[in-house]
């Protein structure tokens, strides 16, 4: 399977723990993007990657949230001291390229997070 | 202000109805639209996707552009159980997509 991948699917963790969340894009894709979704609502930006820069973060990361994307390939993305808000899906997606003909998202499965 | 607004629905129609699904936007800026479709426990996956004012077909799936009114559509026809999901619209700026909230669809078999 060559799509976007995330590890682990699913974690559960008590309040104040660190949790780290890995995706694997499309290998060819420069664009790496993390998005967080709660339900009923749609994905929300988190930050964005070109390559190993990291180009774009949102006022939604605070200082306990770090991303990183090393040689440009996977990424990770750190909760330090996390808290019962930041239970939510957390989604990684891929992008060949940028406008202006767009560059479609591809969309891994999310990994869930659970704070109790 | 939010970026893209959207009915959260949920929306129940019968199989082989047709199926209007809307947002409305603040960003004149916006000049591609997407819509995305998240099955349950699933990443979004793209649907289709126009650029600025107009229409586009894909099958049964329509998608239209009012940049005058910034208003952004997709109509579904004779609609299936398999199509019941959440359907996200999200303009893109270059760098980002804004996610709608999603409406959530239900087709009856």
């Known amino acids: 399977d060559t799509g976007v991948s995330q590890d682990p699917r699913h974690k559960i963790t008590k309040r104040g723990q660190n949790v780290t969340f890995r995706c694997d894009p499309i290998s060819e894709h420069n664009r790496l993007y993390w998005y967080r979704q709660t339900l009923g609502q749609g994905p929300e930006f988190l930050t964005y990657?070109?390559?190993?820069?990291?180009?774009?973060k949102s006022r939604l990361l605070s200082d306990r949230f770090s991303a990183e994307r090393p040689k440009g390939s996977f990424s990770t993305l750190e909760i330090q001291r996390t808290e019962q808000g930041d239970s939510a899906m957390y989604l990684c997606?891929?992008?060949?390229?940028?406008?202006?003909?767009?560059?479609?998202?591809?969309f891994g499965e999310g990994s869930r997070l659970t704070v109790l | 202000q939010k970026e893209v607004e959207q009915d959260p629905g949920p929306l129940s129609v019968p199989e082989g109805a047709i199926v209007s699904l809307n947002c409305t936007y603040s960003?004149?800026?916006?000049?591609?639209f997407m819509w995305y479709r998240q099955y349950s426990r699933k990443g979004p996956e793209l649907l289709m996707y126009?650029?600025?004012?107009g229409n586009k077909e894909d099958g049964r799936f329509t998608a239209q552009v009012d940049k005058s009114s910034k208003y952004i559509s997709l109509f579904i026809r004779d609609s299936q159980p398999s199509d019941s999901a959440t359907y996200l619209c999200a303009p893109y700026d270059f760098n980002k997509f804004y996610f709608g909230s999603g409406t959530k669809l239900n087709v009856k078999p």
């Open positions: 990657f070109q390559n190993e820069a990291q180009l774009e």
């Open positions: 997606a891929s992008s060949p390229r940028q406008g202006p003909n767009t560059g479609e998202l591809f």
């Open positions: 960003n004149s800026a916006f000049q591609y």
């Open positions: 126009t650029y600025s004012s």
